[in-house]
């Protein structure tokens, strides 16, 4: 197999070129605020990115070993650069793309638009900071069938590597909405007739009491602090995850995770009904 | 606040001092071994070593501002050696101790003592390697309120700094059996009369429709290839958690909680009917 012709563009093989130097600036929020676009690293993230939004692929950046290992992933049509691995490295934040990057657009994602297609379950990010547990949590609401993310102002940047990373393609699956004051974010969706359920280990009902028959909305605040008190106060009700035993909590990721498939429960018991006799 | 007193011997203040390479030494899986000993670092690790396994804490160093804030901690009664905040970072795994770290011994547990005490819901890891996820699952475990964890033989070593760190003191909270066979560790699970089911995305069942109404046992596998062919077929039921979406799978950690979660539920659920009219 030869993959050679392929690149349209003159691929660097200079670890100090510009190209390599503007491609790696992306690991900061700064250059991807000003370019628009993002980095995806490694198969995982690069498959999902070309299959599910091959719009967004700008540029794929590939080592021989990888163009060899994931043909499937190279040969989907979109522009192919062939690179030395130092060079991959030299653009990557990861320690170890795997030989494989690509220079995506960040989709511009209006919460209106999501809320027109008549979402059931929204997940919403409310300040949260760390990157591996904004990941997952994107990763978790994919996974559990949520309709839309919402990562508000005061998070972390959704398009950062990591976050990146943690979503495992995720991020390429599902709309993500970025930037909004929560606030806003909650005032939109209940006009959208979503139930708003803050998250919160001081809830008074717990995930299994709580209503999740019609559509609605998760707020998850901080991964240390939690929610705000004025973010909390917006909330139709205030949901616990259980926490038997000796443990004193639940990390967000997993507390977001047990929401997140207790709404699924719901959808999959509702979705089934119709089909009775 | 005086507490210098306390240190029952002389404390180290030279990084290059044996008791400091001695200590540093424990984050290598020989030398805990050989010692008996591992590291708990951090206030909630140490924390949680304190107040529920205080017979396991042989030494705990501090520094001058950590004995100030978590002053709670430090008067619990375990022999104190005050450091400074060099000697502390040499002696330590974690990057950022906050000025606290726990020399404890690591605590012998049999399985058929845990069964003796009749475990309604057991969770064990078969070769899981990766600490996070291990350290998230025994967490999991916890706070879903099982009985007890198994970490098979093969796994990693449940008492490394990353796996302690992750069970944010969980490990301190619940028995954790270490080192058996997963074939060994089944055929005691199910003498003891537990049902053994092995979680994996190929499983015909999902894990809404498992029976978790007897006493059961999770088997979890690696964190990248499942569990192998050879303990999954000892299993007498095969789970799946659901993928909603486009996502292709869960980790480790969350797919754990989930199915945890899963038997919490059906616990509380036997524990509240016999309380009716």
């Not at 591996?132 to 309709?147: E, Q």
């Not at 919402?150 to 940047?157: P, R």
């Not at 950062?160 to 909405?177: D, E, Y």
């Not at 909390?232 to 997140?260: F, K, W, Y």
């Amino acid at each position: 197999m030869s993959h050679a012709p392929r690149g349209s563009r003159v691929a660097p093989t200079n670890v100090r070129s510009d190209r390599v130097r503007a491609v790696h600036a992306l690991v900061r929020p700064a250059a991807r605020a000003k370019a628009g676009l993002f980095l995806a690293e490694g198969p995982q993230a690069v498959r999902e990115a070309v299959r599910w939004r091959p719009d967004l692929v700008r540029d794929l950046y590939v080592t021989d070993e990888a163009a060899r290992r994931y043909a499937d992933i190279v040969d989907a049509g979109q522009p192919v650069h062939d690179v030395t691995p130092d060079v991959l490295a030299a653009m990557a934040d990861a320690q170890t793309p795997q030989g494989l990057l690509a220079v995506c657009r960040i989709p511009s994602v209006d919460l209106d638009q999501v809320l027109a297609a008549r979402p059931r379950v929204v997940c919403v990010l409310a300040h949260v900071r760390d990157p591996g547990n904004a990941g997952t949590v994107i990763r978790a609401a994919d996974a559990a069938g949520a309709d839309a993310v919402v990562v508000s102002d005061g998070s972390v940047d959704a398009y950062a590597p990591k976050v990146v990373r943690s979503t495992a393609g995720s991020l390429f699956h599902l709309p993500v909405v970025t930037g909004m004051p929560v606030p806003a974010v909650v005032a939109r969706l209940r006009a959208a007739g979503l139930r708003v359920l803050a998250a919160d280990g001081a809830g008074d009902r717990t995930v299994e009491d709580a209503d999740l028959t019609t559509p609605h909305a998760w707020l998850f605040g901080n991964e240390a602090w939690g929610l705000r008190e004025e973010d909390l106060v917006l909330a139709d009700d205030v949901v616990r995850v259980p926490v038997h035993g000796r443990a004193e909590s639940l990390n967000l990721a997993m507390a977001a995770t047990v929401c997140l498939y207790a709404s699924a429960r719901h959808r999959a018991g509702s979705a089934e009904s119709p089909t009775g006799p």
